[in-house]
């Protein structure tokens, strides 16, 4: 009876493998993985700073629980905006115990409701300071809201993943509040879903991460002739005409198809890998492209074809790069060593692996979004209130830095004892949250 038992729960497991699972089941799971990846502090928090800019231009009353909420929201916005980045006294503990208490009232709220349904960011701050006349404007309404907002979201995701006090928790939440598909075929939709592509490949989600690439490749392929000024300025590939650049643009995207697809389970997901990778180097050498990318895509192909001699070649170069650190290089001269001993047939071992390789490919695309000047970028698109929004994005920072020193009970106890010489009423305020 054991036996029987164990048989079927053996059937079971591997019938319920990744194996066995066809590419919408698996693009399904990645997306109930990215709601469940959401669900976390840091999201919530940055999410109710961004619900307090926009919902501070709703004229219009959503729902009753928003209503009941709106004054609080209001004073709250009034706080946040006007707290001085240089000047962090310029909220007392008292005003973050208060704001907190705020918070967790309106959590389940916060969580629950979609911030797009409120006015864009750009409407929020022309509100704030535009002058008498734009401030009478009517709302970007329809496919303008949709457009404009999807531009906000998608720069926003690009700006906080290179934040160490915001990073990747809330560049995921920007990005999946991106959705490129409701923009019509352009440079910027190509650019919002590569960057989308690489934002859920750098959290593990490959499925998602290959529909979105997958998609832009087709729109590539079938959009040789489009002039592509803004993909030029981000690579910084100004050398380039705009057939050089679209090959470009086609080789990254068929590179990072490829670390999704390797880093996947399925023998068929390898295969599939290796074909996106060389297509990667044959763009990739058409354009004159040489760098680190490059070399560790060489490599990679150079050891599963047994290439030994030119596998080293490409390792060699590969430790002259800027992007690896110390400890890096060291893995590069025992994968180095490894190969000038490796044996006909012998399998790779795990020092050059894909984890590496994928580690190598991050690495350069952080390199690239932090020379973007994403101020000047917006200045040249003349969105309005370009200053006015990286301030308030730097205040925000700081106010969920400092929300978060509160968030913990013990943290709450300690400032009720700084606060409990000042007055008894202040004292029970801080102690109340406390309890």
Not at 344 to 365: C, H, Q, R, W
Request: with cysteine; net charge negative.
């Amino acid at each position: 009876m054991k036996k029987i038992i164990l048989a079927v729960l053996l059937i079971i497991t591997f019938s319920c493998s990744d194996d066995d699972k066809t590419d919408q089941q698996l693009l399904e799971k990645d997306k109930k993985e990215l709601v469940e990846n959401l669900d976390s502090y840091k999201v919530s928090t940055y999410k109710f700073g961004k619900i307090l800019i926009r919902a501070s231009a709703e004229k219009n009353t959503i729902s009753p629980e928003f209503q009941s909420f709106k004054s609080d929201l209001d004073r709250i916005f009034n706080k946040v905006v006007k707290y001085d980045i240089e000047n962090p006294e310029s909220l007392s503990v008292l005003d973050y115990i208060s704001i907190y208490r705020d918070y967790k009232k309106m959590e389940d709220f916060i969580m629950e409701t979609d911030e797009d349904i409120f006015p864009t960011l750009i409407d929020a701050f022309n509100v704030v300071y535009g002058d008498s006349i734009s401030k009478q404007r009517e709302y970007l309404k329809g496919e303008d809201k949709v457009y404009v907002q999807n531009i906000e979201h998608s720069v926003l995701s690009a700006i906080v993943i290179l934040s160490k006090d915001l990073g990747k928790e809330v560049s995921l939440y920007e990005c999946s509040k991106t959705y490129p598909e409701l923009l019509p075929d352009s440079e910027i939709k190509t650019l919002l879903q590569y960057f989308r592509g690489f934002l859920f490949f750098e959290k593990g989600l490959y499925y998602l991460s290959e529909d979105e690439i997958s998609r832009n490749i087709d729109w590539l392929n079938n959009n040789e002739e489009v002039d592509l000024p803004y993909t030029r300025a981000m690579f910084q590939w100004g050398n380039l005409n705009n057939q050089q650049t679209h090959l470009g643009l086609h080789s990254l995207n068929h590179l990072f198809r490829g670390f999704d697809r390797l880093m996947m389970d399925r023998e068929i997901d390898e295969k599939r890998a290796l074909e996106d990778f060389e297509m990667f180097l044959k763009d990739a050498k058409e354009i004159g492209m040489d760098n680190e990318i490059v070399w560790s895509i060489e490599t990679y192909l150079y050891l599963k074809n047994e290439e030994n001699e030119k596998a080293i070649l490409a390792l060699k170069k590969l430790k002259t790069s800027t992007l690896l650190s110390s400890d890096d290089k060291e893995k590069l001269d025992e994968s180095i060593e490894y190969v000038k001993n490796r044996k006909p047939g012998e399998v790779l071992n795990g020092v050059y692996d894909k984890y590496f390789l994928s580690k190598i490919a991050t690495k350069y695309m952080f390199s690239i979004l932090s020379k973007v000047d994403w101020k000047k970028v917006m200045k040249e698109q003349n969105v309005p209130h370009t200053e006015e929004i990286f301030k308030t994005m730097d205040n925000l920072k700081g106010f969920i830095e400092n929300l978060e020193k509160y968030a913990s009970t013990e943290n709450l106890k300690e400032a009720g004892e700084d606060l409990k010489n000042k007055g008894e009423s202040l004292w029970n305020k801080a102690k109340e949250l406390a309890e």
